[in-house]
């Protein structure tokens, strides 16, 4: 008997496989003193289009960041239509997601299949085995299927000679203990190698399906922490543990107790995962449970706005009692007053490169190490919304200021400044340009009293007064290849800057279509989305 543990591959389904680092830290100590057998510490992908976290991708570059503790074998799950659907040939697929096994951290990898995908899975298993992995198979949403079309893929996945351990799955979370017992025997009338169960837990019979497997001497039990896992989530680690420890000294349950207490029931009290009525009438109905979950799912002052706000509001008098009004304006820091001037150093400047904009967004903290790598890895030009709460310094190209408020709330961290600083100059005081007269400024104009959003050769015009709308417009006039964007979170609910956003992203992309804009990290707002952690040698 095995239990794989696969929490964070499955679990992924409800927070885009974006584990906090405490959480996996927690997660595989535990896994490994409670002497689980196998953990599958993710999906193997190629880029996605939105915002995926680490473990959509389980990359080895990402795997090399981690501290996996002895005992448990490690592995990762591929779907088979990530293979069969990519633009190249099926073991260049392979080749392109895939490392030999012995220059891996993991050593498992299964192919997750649905049925009409089985007569095409056989090169994608044979490479897996070839490059020295054990290969598991799973036979995806097996409930309902007649007996000779099961058994008939189990004829096939014997043929194919490099199958480990071959796998049902109750993707839709209907089965009973006699559809168990009926599944096993339509399997063994072809396949008499190690068989394993996963469970999904819509109508609250996780547990009972992955036990009555085992008493049928199924020998491969998939769980998850607290059950997290698509829709009502899978067989509960812990649950499990509890079940066995009665029979089996094999497994220690405690450090398990210990992380769901400690980091899980939180997250399942944030994210909802768990059996209810809706996921048990759709198991009931033949319904996927995503439909159920997407149903059920729920739908900022940055720190650097606070201080400037707070330094702006400290300059003015009548602030000791509220004034909306008063507030506004100091987190829009409106105030220039002189005609807009400037150079038309940006004009083209970034033609044919990738350009990096980084934001304040508490997004940059959480990825700061795989921005980190990306900035290492891919080398693009990074331009700074004023200066980065979280990404050195060192690997910044440009820092990008607009107002003289923001400045003078940083004015220290300027002083040591080595970086060219784009400003436009007219909204500084001569006292204040003659403080940073040792930096390289690079001027272009900011008007934020215009109607609309557009660009002259040395201006920009927005009808906002924020820094990013600037920036927009200086990557208008620089004309980059690509832009990818960092920490643009999006403001909270109420705040009038949300709005501002929505408006400038709307008008920026009327006025230049040349460059998609692309978030690398988690956004409110309407653009195109990749992942930070997408990234491929």
């Known amino acids: 008997m095995f239990i794989l543990d696969c929490t964070l591959r499955d679990g992924g389904y409800y927070n885009n496989w974006d584990f906090q680092e405490i959480v996996v830290d927690a997660y595989l100590k535990a896994v490994s003193e409670a002497k689980i057998d196998y953990v599958e510490l993710g999906l193997r992908n190629f880029p996605q289009s939105g915002f995926l976290g680490a473990y959509a991708y389980t990359t080895e570059q990402h795997l090399d960041t981690l501290s996996l503790p002895e005992g448990p074998i490690y592995g990762v799950m591929v779907d088979a239509k990530t293979i069969l659907k990519a633009p190249m040939s099926i073991e260049e697929a392979v080749e392109k997601l895939f490392i030999p096994a012995k220059n891996s951290k993991i050593k498992l990898v299964r192919v997750a299949a649905h049925f009409n995908e089985v007569e095409h899975s056989a090169p994608i298993v044979k490479k897996l085995k070839d490059m020295g992995y054990i290969v598991g198979y799973n036979l995806m949403q097996a409930g309902g299927k007649p007996d000779h079309v099961i058994a008939d893929k189990a004829k096939q996945a014997k043929e194919w000679g490099v199958i480990d351990v071959l796998y049902f799955a109750d993707s839709l979370g209907n089965m009973d203990g006699t559809e168990v017992e009926r599944i096993l025997r339509a399997l063994r009338t072809e396949w008499n190698g190690p068989i394993g169960i996963h469970t999904h837990n819509n109508m609250g019979k996780g547990l009972d399906n992955t036990l009555s497997a085992m008493k049928n001497d199924v020998t491969w039990l ?179 200021l607009s107002h003289n408020v923001k400045f003078l709330s940083e004015f220290e961290k300027y002083k040591s400044l080595s970086k060219p600083v784009i400003l436009p100059k007219h909204r500084f005081s001569t006292e204040e340009m003659s403080s940073i007269v040792h930096l390289d400024i690079i001027d272009v104009g900011f008007n934020s009293n215009s109607n609309t959003f557009s660009v002259d050769e040395c201006v920009v015009n927005s009808p906002y007064d924020l820094t990013s709308a600037y920036v927009f417009g200086i990557l208008a006039m620089a004309n980059p290849e690509s832009i990818k964007l960092i920490g643009f979170d999006g403001y909270e609910k109420g705040d009038s800057r949300q709005q501002e956003m929505l408006d400038i992203i709307s008008q920026y992309k009327q006025l230049n279509d040349s460059a998609e804009l692309i978030s690398l990290t988690p956004t409110e707002y309407p653009i195109s989305q990749g992942s930070i952690y997408a990234v491929h040698s």
Request: one cysteine or more; hydrophobic letters at 35%.
């Open 222 to 400: 998939d769980t998850t922490i607290t059950g997290m896992g698509r829709g009502a989530g899978n067989t509960p680690t812990e649950n499990l543990l509890a079940t066995l420890v009665r029979e089996t000294n094999k497994y220690d349950p405690s450090p398990i107790y210990d992380l769901v207490i400690r980091h899980f029931e939180g997250m399942q009290r944030e994210y909802g995962w768990g059996s209810n009525l809706l996921y048990f009438l759709g198991a009931q109905n033949d319904v996927h449970p995503t439909y159920i979950q997407n149903l059920l799912s729920n739908n900022h002052y940055g720190t650097d706005e606070i201080v400037g706000a707070i330094n702006y509001l400290s300059n003015l008098e009548g602030t000791m009692s509220y004034n909306g009004s008063v507030l506004e304006s100091a987190l829009n820091f409106n105030t220039d007053s002189d005609k807009p001037t400037g150079t038309d150093a940006f004009i083209n400047k970034f033609q044919g490169k990738e350009v990096l904009v980084i934001a304040n967004g508490s997004s940059c903290s959480r990825y700061k190490k795989s921005i980190e790598l990306y900035i290492k890895t891919k080398k693009p030009i990074v331009l700074s919304v004023n200066l980065s709460q979280f990404i050195d310094e060192s690997i910044v190209d440009y820092i990008v």
